[in-house]
């Protein structure tokens, strides 16, 4: 199924199409975010994530034929007034083509549709290329959970509160 709105993007060098992912884009999925992730999610857990009705993951791919491949994927939770998005990837020879921003954009769209108060989300404190895409949408830093990821691998919470329009 096509996302409604805004369907196609258009990014800083191409346009890209934005769909719910289904249960047959597992394969380019699990490429992605083993090669994105130390400890990536399991094929087990994105087949449950498509079942709970309150997350969603949505995936991207070049404008043009529906075969073209997946570069990339957001998961978020839509519960109690806030999105959290528990995951999101690119490719990596994708990436610096803001694809990450496309996605994000995408989020913050269905939150102001969905009339969420806020976006709130998970980063290693280390994972500059995040850090930067988040920045650049204003999230803030409102807590640390220390030690999250290991030894010495804080987890930041980022929230970006959204204007009641
Ligand atoms: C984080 C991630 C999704 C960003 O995707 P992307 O498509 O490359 O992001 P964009 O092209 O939209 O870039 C967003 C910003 O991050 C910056 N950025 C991208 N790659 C970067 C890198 N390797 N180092 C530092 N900054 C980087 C870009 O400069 C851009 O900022 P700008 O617009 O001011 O130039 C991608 O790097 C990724 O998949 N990383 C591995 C998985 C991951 O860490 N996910 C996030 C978990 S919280």
Redesign the pocket.
């Known amino acids: 199924m096509m996302v409604a709105t805004p369907g196609a993007f258009h990014g800083?060098a191409a346009t890209w199409t934005l769909a719910e992912m289904r249960a047959q884009d597992l394969r380019q999925v699990l490429e992605?975010e083993r090669r994105?992730?130390d400890n990536p999610w399991s094929s087990t857990l994105f087949l449950q994530e498509l079942r709970i009705p309150f997350s969603r993951i949505v995936v991207i791919r070049p404008a043009g034929a529906s075969d073209e491949p997946i570069v990339?994927y957001l998961c978020r939770w839509l519960v109690a007034d806030e999105i959290h998005?528990l995951?999101?990837?690119?490719?990596?020879e994708?990436?610096?083509?803001?694809?990450?921003?496309?996605?994000?954009g995408e989020a913050l769209r269905e939150a102001e549709r969905s009339r969420a108060d806020a976006v709130t989300?998970?980063?290693?404190r280390s994972?500059?290329?995040?850090?930067?895409?988040?920045?650049?949408f204003h999230f803030e830093e409102v807590g640390v959970r220390r030690h999250y990821y290991g030894r010495g691998e804080d987890a930041l919470i980022m929230r970006l509160v959204l204007p009641r329009g």
């Open positions: 800083r992605i994105s992730f990339g998005v995951n999101v990837a690119v490719h990596p994708h990436r610096g083509r803001a694809i990450g921003a496309v996605l994000l989300l998970e980063v290693r994972n500059e290329a995040a850090r930067r895409l988040y920045a650049a």
